[in-house]
């Protein structure tokens, strides 16, 4: 299926932008920087947007998400957007009861757990108008950004399944690892309803305007290669299979995946998100120096002396010098309590390189 007309890939806007070019395997002129989280908690701009609305409610809000997500964009000028949202936004639009509790993360009101309870999740449709607040979201931030490209966001499948079976957040994972290996049966449905919910959710924000597409999986890092090969990227294929037709680039990304990144692209990805924990040549060497990676400065250095910050982004992008593109990324999100005037400087400075 062809991008609908209007697409700003399809006019031209950003199908040449350095972050697509990059992301197409291509090293432009000026190397591409933003950050994940960049629209969030380190911006006082965003603090006072989100004043009496709930976490979901300002995703789900279109003129508030949009705001959101151009606030870093404004600020930083960073090289895309990535739309302000949460991982599991599209949980919520399928009926779902979930809430984001300010300190501790999603929390469902009952974990899905056995076949009944997944029997009983509801199926999310492109043209489910529960979407509607996300389409029109995506559309009024492509409009206020002209040439710079929005990259759409979703959660991985295993991340969401294990939110869902955990009940909330959890350190080890241990009832997803466990019902995956018990009752793989019910695993497969289990995750692959989740590869259809956020697949659709993802393919609603390219259809809308998004140039790119991420695909965030928190919580594969407390897989072992075997478990992720066998149990889990079977589902990834299939969300991002929902937007296999369309023609944008997609990022695989998760935190503690230095051993899954070869098994990561292989799900589909044109480009695969590098975390801190890897030296980024290391990581490129381990995908065969034939793709674009994105990372991977520390964001704990983020609140370190200037010298010692800028001497990490000039060891990240010589390191990534050898990836036929890369485009500069935190090894992770933006911490909270990170001095925007630090992210802006550090953009000055990848953009100097």
Not at 177 to 204: I, S
Not at 278 to 294: F, N, S
Not at 309 to 320: K, N, P, Q, S
Not at 329 to 346: A, Y
């Amino acid at each position: 299926m062809p991008l609908p007309a209007g697409h700003p890939l399809v006019e031209r806007r950003t199908s040449h932008s350095d972050l697509v070019r990059a992301y197409s395997g291509d090293r432009p002129e000026r190397l591409p920087v933003w950050f994940m989280r960049q629209a969030g908690r380190s911006l006082p701009e965003y603090r006072a947007a989100r004043v009496g609305t709930a976490m979901l409610e300002a995703c789900l809000d279109p003129e508030l998400a949009s705001e959101i997500t151009l606030q870093p964009v404004r600020r930083h000028g960073v090289d895309a957007a990535i739309f302000f949202s949460d991982i599991v936004v599209p949980l919520r639009l399928a009926g779902v009861d979930v809430e984001i509790k300010p300190g501790v993360g999603p929390v469902m009101g009952s974990p899905v757990r056995t076949a009944d309870d997944v029997a009983r999740l509801r199926e999310l449709t492109l043209s489910d108008e529960a979407l509607a607040p996300v389409s029109a979201g995506v559309a009024l931030t492509v409009a206020g950004l002209g040439g710079t490209p929005l990259i759409g966001f979703a959660g991985a499948p295993f991340t969401l399944a294990a939110y869902l079976v955990e009940g909330g957040p959890s350190r080890d994972h241990l009832a997803a690892r466990t019902l995956m290996h018990a009752d793989p049966e019910t695993w497969r449905a289990l995750t692959g309803w989740a590869a259809d919910v956020t697949g659709a959710f993802l393919r609603a924000q390219v259809l809308a305007g998004a140039s790119a597409a991420q695909l965030f999986d928190s919580w594969a890092g407390a897989l072992s290669l075997p478990d992720y090969v066998q149990h889990v990227a079977p589902a990834s294929a299939r969300a991002l299979g929902h937007v296999a037709d369309l023609d944008v680039r997609t990022v695989h990304f998760g935190t503690g995946t230095g051993e899954l990144l070869a098994a990561m692209r292989d799900v589909g990805a044109d480009v695969v998100g590098v975390d801190y924990r890897i030296p980024l040549d290391e990581a490129i060497r381990r995908l065969g120096g034939r793709t674009p990676v994105q990372g991977n400065i520390d964001p704990a250095l983020l609140a370190a002396p200037w010298p010692v910050l800028e001497a990490h982004v000039r060891d990240v992008v010589a390191r990534g010098a050898s990836a036929p593109g890369h485009v500069v990324n935190l090894g992770h999100g933006v911490p909270p309590d990170t001095d925007p005037e630090v992210l802006t400087r550090l953009v000055g400075l990848v953009h100097s390189l």
